[in-house]
Structures are given as structure tokens and as C-alpha cells.
């Protein structure tokens, strides 16, 4: 592990092309339930086995994070969005952090042996986010899978992580876009009930 975060934290500037243990991954909602993502390899077929299940959930935590699929023995993380703080609590693999907001819209959180990291909104698209490191080196990107697959999302990520971080960067950024699509809809009624008076 300290090797790999040796390698990750002082390495050479990444690139999006390298082959160097970068990755895509898909986010696919489940055919059986719009709350449920599986996170699998991008270009694997829909019947192979998710790497990763996350359950949105109205209650709290609001993301519970799964090794495979979603049953109880299988969690290894969760996400709890706090709207009054515009913060998010993070647990994965018994390891916290809490992801906070900007004013500029970006989420910044630090890992406990990793340093500190922020998902920047893309500039040219307004919708993808790209995340950083300290060194202001692109580790991944979010956005869409794409026209041919309107309801998926895609992480690719440009350096290679372990379990840890990999899960990290999928709950935080699906924790993130689901605090901001909240914060839209209080931002909107606020708007609607101002200019209705």
C-alpha cells in the first residue's frame, strides 16, 4: 500500500492516454431498482457481476457502498449528505472523511493517508467533474457513458488505486452530484416563491 501510494503521490505527470493501470468504469443503474448502481469494468456485459454496488437510499446514510452485490456483509462504505452544511460524511473501510463544497461548486475531502483531493466542475461542459490531487495533477474524470447510453455514467480514472481509493472516488462524486441536484431544486423553489410574490 505505501508503495502504491509512493508511486501515485510522487509519480510523473498523468496523462489521460497513459497505460499505465488506468481505468473506465461504468455506473449502471439496475434494471430491478433505479436506486441501484453497479459499478462494473466499461465494455463488460450487462450480465457480469458489478465490482461495486451502491444503493441510494432516502434515509440515512443516504449511499451505502458494496464489494459485489448488495447484501449486509458485503458493505464498505457509506455517504451521508448533511443540505444545512453542504457537506458530505464519508466511511470506507472504517476510514472518515468529510467532503465540503465551495462556493465555486467544487467538493474538496482529504483521506486519511492520501492527502488532499477536489472535484473541480469541467469548465467546457458545466455537467462532468475532474478530480485532483494537491499537485493539481487529473486522477479522474465523471461525466456521461455517452449518446448510446443515455442512463449510465463513466469514472475514468488515470492512475492506478486500490480498493480503497477506487471506492472513494465513486461514492464521492455520486454523493457529490446528488447534493448539488438537491441544492438546484431548494435554489429553484427559492427562485419560483421570489419572483411569484
Known sequence: ??????????????????????????????????????????????????LNTI????????????????????IIGTATIHFSTTTIDLSIFNQHMVVKNSLSGNWSFETPHMGKFKWKVNQMTGSSYELYDRAERKLAKHGSAGITRPMEKQISVFVPCDD??????????????????????????LINGIVGM
Do not use: H, W
Request: glycine share 6%; proline share 10%; aromatic share 6%.
Open 1 to 50: 500500500m505505501k508503495d502504491l501510494l509512493n508511486k501515485f503521490l510522487n509519480g510523473s505527470s498523468v496523462s489521460e492516454g497513459a497505460n499505465d493501470g488506468s481505468r473506465t468504469l461504468s455506473i449502471r443503474p439496475s434494471p430491478e431498482d433505479s436506486n441501484v448502481f453497479l459499478i462494473i469494468p466499461d465494455g463488460a456485459p450487462k450480465e457480469a457481476p458489478p
Open 55 to 74: 444503493s441510494k437510499r432516502d434515509d440515512k446514510p443516504n449511499f451505502v457502498a458494496y464489494r459485489g452485490p448488495p447484501i449486509p456483509e458485503n
Open 164 to 189: 480503497f481509493f477506487t471506492v472513494t472516488i465513486v461514492l464521492s462524486i455520486m454523493a457529490c452530484k446528488e447534493l448539488d441536484k438537491i441544492n438546484e431544486k431548494v435554489a429553484g423553489k
